[in-house]
């Protein structure tokens, strides 16, 4: 019998998978989809995100990020990351960087879903593999969560996500976050020729309208689009707990308030780390706890943020309040480092 099962193989389930490894664990991996999966995703790993790759052993190359910008209209404000910096990274490169290391490490890929699970006192058993544990991070819409009653309905109007690269020199290395009242729009630069622009909002209108909304960056955009759209949401996902018996939900799985700060990689490598270390140190009933913990500063500040955003009379004030108190920003960014 294995000691985890994980469920998932996006960069939450391949980190627990790794994590597991180096405590001399047994993991296996179940999967659906072929390495590497890309996925709508703003492609800026923070700071905290990239510590915990280079200590997983896990080597990724990418466009080196010296912080975060805010912009709207002639408003603008900036924070540099202290220490090390982030990364801008291809989606497709991150999970091929992540499913190597864990290859390397002999945890076993295995084609096909999850399914049904079913638990005894000390034994899980999903996808035909009886394990110790179950790791669930299969996602955003997580099948394990809802199979198992752990998610809270959902606002009927949550957020969505919709991403695109263009052929482009990046102009910054900032992560740049454009405002309008309409939502805003993610600058990432993941190459030295490639571009992505993540958009977020309330409304599922096109990449295109949305785009539309933000003409000064449409004005940097001169080389053709390199990718298709790849969309995301509902975005705000509210879970019970992370526990229930012998299932522990990492990642998106766990609950996802909203993309705003851009530390959905981080928290997923976090998250995943915090269930493992629970494991083997032999007290799992730890994990909730350490979840709130990690990700209590995110869900303050992105919550916040969030909030503001969301009122048309505070909207447009965030980055000329922003820009008129730099060191509240600059603590505000170094907090979600």
Not at 321 to 330: C, D, G, K, N, V
């Amino acid at each position: 019998m294995i000691d985890v099962l994980v469920g998932g193989g996006g960069p939450a389930g391949l980190a627990a998978a790794i994590h597991a490894a180096l405590a001399g664990l047994e993991a296996v991996v179940v999967e659906p989809r072929t390495a590497p999966v890309d996925k709508a995703c703003g492609e800026g790993v923070m700071p905290g995100g990239v510590a915990a790759l280079r200590g997983l052993g896990v080597e990724v190359t990418g466009r080196a990020l010296r912080g975060i910008r805010y912009l709207d209209g002639d408003a603008r404000a900036e924070a540099t990351f202290r220490g090390l910096g982030g990364l801008g990274i291809r989606r497709t490169a991150l999970h091929s960087a992540l499913h190597e290391r864990a290859l390397g490490l002999g945890v076993r890929m295995l084609p096909g879903k999850v399914g049904e699970v079913h638990q005894s006192a000390d034994t899980v058993t999903a996808a035909g593999i009886t394990a110790r544990w179950l790791i669930a991070a299969d996602g955003l819409h997580s099948p394990v969560r809802r199979s198992l009653g752990l998610e809270l309905p959902g606002r009927p109007h949550g957020r969505y996500g919709l991403r695109r690269h263009y052929r482009a020199e990046p102009w910054t290395d900032f992560v740049e976050v454009h405002w309008s009242r309409h939502g805003e729009a993610y600058v990432t630069p993941v190459g030295d020729d490639l571009v992505g622009v993540a958009v977020l909002s309330d409304s599922r209108r096109g990449y295109d309208d949305h785009l539309a909304g933000f003409p000064a960056l449409t004005a940097s955009l001169r080389g053709p689009a390199a990718t298709e759209v790849r969309g995301a949401g509902p975005l705000l996902q509210r879970v019970r707990r992370r526990i229930a018996g012998r299932v522990l939900l990492v990642g998106d799985a766990a609950g996802y308030l909203d993309a705003l700060t851009g530390e959905g990689i981080a928290l997923a490598l976090a998250s995943a780390g915090a269930a493992v270390h629970c494991l083997a140190a032999g007290r799992p009933g730890a994990y909730e706890g350490a979840w709130v913990r990690l990700t209590r500063r995110h869900r303050l500040l992105t919550g916040a943020l969030l909030a503001a955003s969301r009122r048309p009379g505070t909207a447009r004030l965030i980055v000329p309040a922003a820009s008129r108190m730099p060191l509240l920003f600059s603590a505000a960014v170094h907090a979600l480092q």
